[in-house]
């Protein structure tokens, strides 16, 4: 697929052609074309810039890459994916590391897994409680949870406000949690959006805060970068040379959060691009400059008329896998 790379991907409702509308965010092009893949199966895109990739009929499943379209075969599932789903990698591919892939339904509690050159795709229900102020307890899902990363092959997701919880994969999958001193929010707090992001092995939050309850308009972006030594969140005001894209599904029914480089990709250093995905049909992107406290609000997707169009789904990142 032609870059360059990170792309926004957008279905504009024309059924009739089948065409994909790509941004670029780093020489601001947009261009119109079929992809094969988004079309013909149905694809989730993952942070660490690989798309699982399914075929309604025969099941067959693989993993793609959009940069240079290389695939890695997957065992066919015993059933479709759930209706609702998002895909993540607890590490990048290669021929070293024992990547697993995960499949979170955002509806139950489900988590199918399937290792890269494993024989099929394992299935598990969890159940996560979390106890209210009235010590009451209150069943949560992981996968609708603020935020989802993985970093050193464990996947971490925002548990509670106070603590962390982890999936691991070997010997077996297990999931645990751990305390951690949270960012502290006074109660006056207006609407909040968390993304949990890895970047260069370390594992960030960005709270992005609105402007009190109004999700079109943002007052500012906050970041952390956790400490697992203490553990805690330590607010930074840089991020080097790199680039935060979040973004996820309408209405916030599961967070995105991936990181590149950002001078190996014509981008400037310090950024967060963040695709509105709380307003419903929406999807302007905010780009906030950590370094010099500036925002600027773009509007990549357009109908010719100059309205937008009820998306079938929200725009989706395609990322770089070479950093």
């Known amino acids: 697929m032609e870059g360059p790379f990170p792309l926004l991907v957008h279905d504009l409702g024309n059924r009739t052609d089948d065409c994909q509308t790509r941004f ?67 590490d990048k591919p290669s021929s070293t590391s024992s990547c697993t892939v995960l499949v979170l339904d955002l509806d139950q509690p489900n988590l199918l897994v399937c290792r890269i050159g494993g024989s099929q795709w394992d299935s598990y229900n969890y159940e996560l409680t979390m106890f209210l102020a009235d010590d009451k307890p209150r069943e949560i899902h992981m996968a609708k949870l603020k935020g989802i990363a993985a970093v050193g092959g464990k996947v971490y997701y925002t548990f509670t406000g106070h603590a962390l919880g982890v999936v691991e994969f070997s010997p077996e999958l297990s999931l645990t949690e751990f305390e951690v001193d949270m960012v502290e929010l006074p109660d006056t707090m207006p609407f909040t959006s968390t993304y949990l992001v890895e970047s260069c092995g370390d594992l960030f939050m960005v709270v992005v805060v609105f402007l009190g309850h109004n999700v079109h308009k943002i007052d500012k972006v906050d970041v952390y970068k956790m400490d697992f030594s203490r553990p805690e969140w330590c607010k930074v005001d840089r991020i080097g040379d790199r680039v935060f894209l979040l973004g996820g599904d309408s209405i916030g029914a599961s967070n995105f959060g991936a990181s590149c480089s950002a001078s190996e990709h014509g981008l400037s250093s310090n950024c967060i691009y963040f695709l509105n995905n709380i307003a419903a049909e929406e999807n302007y992107l905010h780009i906030f400059n950590l370094e010099k406290g500036t925002e600027e609000v773009q509007r990549p997707f357009r109908h010719k008329n100059g309205c937008l169009l009820p998306p079938p789904r929200p725009p989706m990142w395609l990322l770089p896998t070479d950093d």
């Open 24 to 90: 670029s965010i780093s020489n601001q092009a947009v261009s119109t074309a079929a992809i094969h893949e988004l079309k013909d199966y149905r694809c989730f895109e993952s942070p660490q810039g690989w798309v699982l990739a399914l075929e309604p009929a025969s099941l067959h499943t693989f993993l793609w890459r959009p940069q240079d379209g290389q695939r890695i075969s997957f065992p066919s599932p015993k059933q479709e994916f759930p209706r609702r789903c998002k895909c993540l990698l607890s």
